[in-house]
């Protein structure tokens, strides 16, 4: 790879990050001067909230697309999480250890995606579509169609809560904590090279000493880890343990992490761009809603927006190249 | 290896978390989950309905045939009151999507949430800030927990539509013979409360001579309805009465009956939508069924939303409103108000029914 072209590349790349931030932000603006209630400090609690499932799980998928891989189980382990939970408090068990046990769990399914994807050498597509049914199914399996309610109001307070009295919801903490670790992770270390070398591509990467089984092996670890944890916050979120929690919520993640201008073909994207993809897809939302648009408007709207940002930096690259 | 060995850690500390006890759900049992209901305040019955309260109805999912036929009537009640009508909802019936409308209507300021919540209690957090914001709440076909909700308009007791379904079956039978049910899901909630009471109520001695050879399940699919209820017919020759309690499975079974050769024969009944039991009863399958009016479910939860909001009523037992052309209702214990017996539909009043 010559040099000028890493540096049109990046260029190219900084351009979408710069872009997908300001339209952000001057959808905030725009939102917050024209639609009613859009600005105040409780929409923004219930906006975070919102958006927290597929804010958190989208830091890891932007790891696993970048290295040219796809992870579409990971609604599925947030369901058989809840799932999970739901069994366990019914079960008697305290919540101090069926925290950490999802996150576990979380972790376990995720390496099992792993082991198809790395050792097996299967394409991670089918693998997690299989594993999308069969984690679905599994969370059938534990708690059938009924719910489990109940949890401790300490726990579930604090997730739907703000910090003291202060407009900032608590669980803000876990996605800030959770992007700063993934975001250096990716833009500041080697593993982060690792993870882009491979993306760009995966022979290169192993004559210059990667391991991309292994490195992908960990990163559906963390993919499920973070899926698990989700499952956890979603519960506590809504008081409610159910296995079709978080149905159909792989769909959203893939989009915000496309749409923040990660390249389902591996190789590129940037973090910051991500995060502003998530607020973007829900704060697009939030707004439409308050302004009584229909669900079919508003599906036709996200749509549109995601074939654009897909469309957006191709057309960009082919003007640039005639 | 340190691999494993963080797997190890983590294995052990989940053990040791779980050996030194903590929040189970025995410990927590008991602590009030919920917010606080709302500071319910002095119940006026002779406060005037106010006029242009904002009521939203917020059913399961919207775009389902029933549902519409339900918050049409909420609409109708709504014009009467001089309100503002409002619908919202998820496209689809998940556990949790209701959530973020339900925030939407709390940033919107309306004056009543009118809600089938598709979980008791993924819903309430939210209800109950909604109903700290000054909303009165309404819940209507399913309740959400009981804490969340300032009152529950109930389409018909369990009891009422049981009893309903034994006496419809009786008079068909004429009194004696067999019977089959045809039911929707074997863990449907509100199917299976029915046939509890059907059971409790052929065990009396007047409906001795009645007998139940079977309790079948369509799964509310009308494919499956349909076979159910052919080998209900094959397997049971002398059956005289096939019972169900779900708008799929009778239209199903009714589409096998009146096309085959026990037309007149077997008597079919339940519960049934008028539009689509129509024809059935025009051609002498179906004598007579039953159904609740659900327009007039969302009809009278507009005026209970309404009386909460001008604070006629508080949602405690014992008070009474008016609701418009249904004239005057009792709120039941927990806040239930019932909408009365299931409406018996023959082909003598089918046509007044459109829904």
Redesign the interface.
Known sequence: MSAELTATRAARFANWNVAIIAITVVVLIVAAATV???G?S??FG?LVL?VLPIAIIALPMTLVIVTGEIDLSVASTLGLSSAVMGYL??A??????II??C??LG?VLGAVNGFFVTVLGLPSLAVTIGTLALYRGLAFVVL??S?V????????NWV?GTIGSSPIPNVLIIIVVLAVVFGVVLHATPIGRAVFAVGASEQAARFAGVRPGRLKFWLYVASGLVSGLAGVL?TL????A?A??G??LELAVVAAVLLGGVSIFGGKGALPGVIAGVVLLGSL??AL??S?VS?EALNVVTGVLLIASVLGPNLANRLRRT | MTQRKN?AV??V??LA??AC??????S??G???AAPATTAGKADPNAPLKEGLKIAYLPKQ?NNPYTDVEVGGGKVAVGELKGEY?L?????A???SQ???I??L????QNVIVVAAN????V??SLNQARKAGIKVVTFDSDA?KTCRDAFINQATTQGIGESLVKMASELAGGSGEIAILSATP?ATNQNSWIQVMKTELAKPENAKLKLVKIAYGNDDDQKSFTEAQGLLQSYPNLKVIVSPTTVGIAAASRYVSASSYKGKVAITGLGLPNQMRKFVKDGTVKKFALWNPADIGYLAAYAGAALSSGQITGAQGEKFKAGKLGEYTIGADGEIVLGPPTEFTAANIDQFNF
């Open positions: 009613d209630n859009f105040t409780q929409n219930f919102d408090w019914n008697n068990q305290p919540i101090e250890t950490p046990l996150l576990l972790a059938g169609d719910a309610a109940d949890f401790p109001p300490a726990y579930t739907t979603w979120r809504y008081s409610s159910r079709d929690n149905a159909g939302q939030n809603r308050l009584d669900n | 797997l983590l294995a500390l989940a978390l779980s006890g903590g929040t189970t759900k025995s927590t049992e602590q009030d989950t919207l409002k919202v909802g998820p496209n689809d998940s556990a949790s959530v973020s409308y925030n939407t709390i940033q919107q300021q979980d008791p209690n993924a309430c957090p927990a863990n």
